[in-house]
């Protein structure tokens, strides 16, 4: 019984990764960046719906909302204006930029909302689903189900609108995508916002499960995800989906069986391990050299 | 009509065109001829918008292209197959096609387009639901021309078609060629095979080290002294 329950337990912790996996993904297929702000982003998201809900007595899906549209409109300039500039610039020049925002970021969190840390208000009922001798907290059916309707939606998006062709498209080729006529300035600002509004929901789960609001909220849970997301193979949306689930298990497990000090220390180890064996992730896409 | 007027195009430092005009008229087969590295690719790319010229003008029907964003002038009536195919190989064919009409705003006949891509490409009715990553080099040619057909264009660009091809293929392609025109698109075609590019021109230019040396019909330069010792094989 208490495997199954901390299977569950994985399964909740890994339906947050991957759903923070996804933006990194997603922004990774198309815009060729780690973008190492996104981290940060679910910061800012995990604020505004505090003061939505603590300060402004919102319920808690106006606060939701509003974070989501706060996210997107924070991904798309962030995008616009310290990335944007350096698209022919080299790869680690995009990368030091993406650091440099997440300083920022953090740092503006700090100045504007001071460092203390903030308790985020209860926001699902604390009760559980009783199955047998297994008891599952609404919170973690909550998490789980939000994780499969979030990538259930992206991947009719990414498979069945003329929007999601031409993302895919530009992942494989921006040049011939623009000889279809694709803007691929707008498609890349649409894989922004969808990452960041991802990132307000996670916030919102994240928080909900460690109810402490704080600048450098993000870092850990970022760093998680973009794990989760090479785990899975990084460009690859089903990868960021499995990746993310495993890494909550193998956390999970870890901490229940070998020990809770080396938790992170035994995720990172399976990471290296499968990246020995397969160096683009689980599901990444074979690098196919150019003739 | 689509005119070229003293286009200068450079990579950096090196200046990779250097002042080249030249008119396509609507319904003809215009061939651009020339060696390796003599500027076909990077006067195509300017044509369409991939690339930004340092001066001069390409006017589509009056518009003025290197003053519009490289998305939009697919919409214009310009759609170009570029050199190497550059298939969307994760996506199936179908996909492919229904890419190709991106930019259109008159969805509502996109099956029957489809059909006529179909129709002048059998053999990618067949594979229509395979990636196209997955097609041999023929087949992803007849799918780069037909996802360029799928925009309804008035001129068709072709880079290299015949790269990498079979001599049974090379004279499928052009005999399609052949056909689009006679459909009413107008073709400016880029060709290291000189021989069958100039077969099918009305008219030819030849492009040396980033100016035009030659120009005439395709007849006329296939007569060419010139023309025969350098391209043609003797």
Known sequence: MDFLSYLINGLSLGSVYAIIALGYTMVYGIAKMLNFAHGDVIMVGAYVVFFAISSFHMPLAVGLLLSIAVCTVLGITIERLAYKPLRQASSLSVLITAIGVSYFLQNAAQLFWSSSTKVFPSVLSNGALQLGGLSISYLTLVTIGTCILVMACLMLFINHTSTGRAMRACSEDKGAATLMGINVNLIISITFAIGSGLAAIASVLLCAAYPSVYPTLGAMPGIKAFTAAVFGGIGSIPGAFLGGLLLGIIEIFAKAYISTQLSDAIVFAVLIIVLLIRPTGLLGRRIREKV | ?234
């Open chain 2, 1 to 234: 009509m689509l005119e070229i007027k003293d286009l200068r195009i450079s990579y950096g430092m090196i200046e990779a065109i250097k002042g080249i005009s030249f008119v396509v008229n609507d319904g003809e087969i215009i061939t651009l001829i020339g060696a390796n590295g003599a500027g076909k690719t990077t006067t195509m790319h300017a044509i369409s918008g991939l690339l930004k010229p340092v001066s001069g003008s390409i006017l589509l029907n009056g518009t003025e292209l290197t003053r519009i964003p490289p998305h939009r002038i697919v919409s214009l009536g310009l759609a170009q197959v570029p050199e190497g195919r550059r298939v969307f190989a994760e996506q199936t064919v179908e996909e492919n096609l229904v890419l190709g009409a991106y930019a259109r705003k008159d969805k509502e006949h996109l099956n029957e387009d489809l059909d006529s891509v179909f129709s002048l490409f059998p053999r990618l009715m067949e594979r229509r639901k395979q990636p196209s990553g997955t097609l041999s080099g023929g087949e992803q040619q007849m799918l780069a021309m037909g996802r360029a057909l799928m925009a309804k264009p008035s001129i068709l660009l072709l880079d290299e078609p015949s790269m990498g091809l079979s001599p049974l293929l090379v004279s499928e392609i052009f005999h399609i060629i052949e056909e689009i025109n006679k459909k009413g698109t107008t073709v400016l075609l880029v060709e290291q095979n000189a021989k069958r590019a100039l077969a099918i021109a009305d008219r030819a230019y030849v492009l040396e080290t980033g100016r035009i040396t030659l120009s005439g019909t395709g007849e006329e330069l296939a007569q060419d002294e010139r023309v025969k010792s350098a391209y043609l094989g003797g």
